[in-house]
């Protein structure tokens, strides 16, 4: 079974920080990418920033230059450091994998539950 947990939101003050932590397990399948999605209020669910099995990232425009991805394979977690923080930050942010079953070499986007991110002006 797949699950991904995320953890780290909360409320910040715009100019602060926050560092948002996915633990996952994936014991059965190889990690093709892994990364952050968001999804503010009454927009589209958009990328933020991705890793991917070479270990190349890349960001959203929007958040390139504060925000950084990162991965700890010997904890099965993934980090997003986020900082100078903006009110337009303010977002539900998802931990999401593209996943391939060892077993069956079948492909799926998985997905944690989401955690808040508010930025106070």
């Known amino acids: 079974q797949v699950q991904l947990v995320e953890s780290g939101g909360g409320l910040v003050q715009a100019g602060g920080s926050l560092r948002l932590s996915c633990v996952y397990s994936?014991?059965?399948?190889?990690?093709?990418?892994i990364g952050w999605y968001r999804q503010a209020p009454g927009k589209q669910r958009e990328l933020v920033a991705r890793?991917?099995?070479?270990?190349?990232?890349n960001y959203a425009d929007s958040v390139k230059g504060r925000f950084i991805i990162s991965r700890d394979n010997a904890k099965n977690m993934l980090y997003l450091q986020m900082n100078s923080l903006k009110p337009e930050d303010t977002a539900v942010y998802y931990c999401?994998?593209?996943?391939?079953?060892?077993?069956?070499?079948?492909?799926?986007?998985?997905w944690g539950q989401g955690t808040q991110v508010t930025v106070s002006a």
């Open positions: 999401n994998a593209l996943l391939t079953e060892v077993r069956t070499g079948i492909t799926r986007i998985y």
């Open positions: 994936v014991s059965t399948f190889g990690i093709n990418r």
């Open positions: 890793i991917n099995s070479s270990g190349d990232t």
